[in-house]
Nanobody, 123 residues
């Protein structure tokens, strides 16, 4: 069973960049497909990006601004966020699922979740 821990959140102004990290432990990281999700106050959890052996996929709202990547040697997932907007404000969580070749945007399809890291973007 894998454990996930996010870091890198913070408070920035619109137009700034942040890089989120998700450190995995307790499992073979390379065997998991990974995703980033976010949840703003009063809203449902929203898909952001996912990465699997077959490729990557992004929500339309972040496409061209965010980049998901992973380092299997360091057991870490990343989310590079550029040109941040106030509407990006949310708690960002990483998630893992098996098998590693399935690319999905559906939260319920993921088995393991981190606690989340807060990202706040001011105008």
């Amino acid at each position: 069973q894998v454990q996930l821990a996010e870091s890198g959140g913070g408070t920035v102004q619109a137009g700034a960049s942040l890089r989120l990290s998700c450190a995995a432990s307790g499992g073979t990281f390379s065997r998991y497909a990974m995703g980033w999700f976010r949840q703003a106050p009063g809203k449902e959890r929203e898909f952001v990006a996912a990465i699997a052996r077959i490729g990557v996929t992004y929500a339309d709202s972040v496409k061209g601004r965010f980049t998901i990547s992973r380092d299997n040697t360091e057991n870490t997932l990343f989310l590079q966020m550029n040109s941040l907007k106030p509407e990006d404000t949310a708690v960002y969580s990483c998630a893992a699922r098996t098998p590693d070749f399935v690319l999905t945007r559906t939260p319920i399809a993921y088995d393991y979740w981190g606690q989340g890291t807060q990202v706040s973007v001011s105008s």
